[in-house]
């Protein structure tokens, strides 16, 4: 497989099949209820409808998690988010799907697409609006991809702390 490096950079693509919202943490607030995800959605008027829009124009990552080998990796920048094409809200909790996150990967050595899987330890979607984080922390069908992104993706600029 072909794919992009230089000098231990890597371009890798996060690819999400499906993502299911968690939690919603507002300023007063913080919802981790199936219901209480669906009413905030609802009350917001946030529909099935303008959802897709609102989440495409929202759409990020935050680095919170723990890596199984963290010594593998000496920094991760998330540079791109693609989608998502599809939001789902009312049958069970709000998801989304069709999405991806390109990420840049410094590391002293290129990584094999199972050692990159472990980011998806490390990486979460949130929907940052309004001073809102709506955040989807179980997947669905991931994969990794090594690529750089293409036309179509949103650039973003989250960088995760060079390992210790």
């Not at 913080?30 to 829009?53: M, P, R, T």
């Not at 988010?81 to 990967?105: C, K, T």
Request: proline fraction near 4%; charge should be negative.
């Amino acid at each position: 497989m072909s794919y992009v490096t230089n000098k231990n950079k890597q371009y890798v693509c996060l690819d999400f099949g499906g993502a299911n919202c968690t939690y919603i943490e507002t300023e007063e607030d913080h919802f981790d209820e199936e219901g209480d995800l669906n009413s905030w959605f609802a009350g917001k008027g946030i529909s099935e409808d303008n959802a897709v829009d609102w989440a495409v124009k929202n759409l990020t990552v935050i680095f919170d998690g723990n890596l199984d080998d963290p010594e593998k990796f000496k920094s991760i920048k998330a540079i791109g988010i693609y989608g998502p094409n599809v939001v789902e809200i009312g049958d069970g909790a709000p998801s989304m799907s069709g999405f991806a996150v390109y990420l840049e990967v410094s590391s002293d050595s290129d990584l094999s697409e199972e050692e990159l899987e472990d980011i998806f330890h490390l990486v979460i979607p949130i929907i940052e609006s309004d001073n809102t984080i709506v955040a989807f922390t179980e997947f669905d069908d991931y994969s990794v991809l090594l690529e750089a992104p293409s036309d179509g993706v949103r650039p973003v600029n989250v960088i995760w702390p060079e390992v210790e």
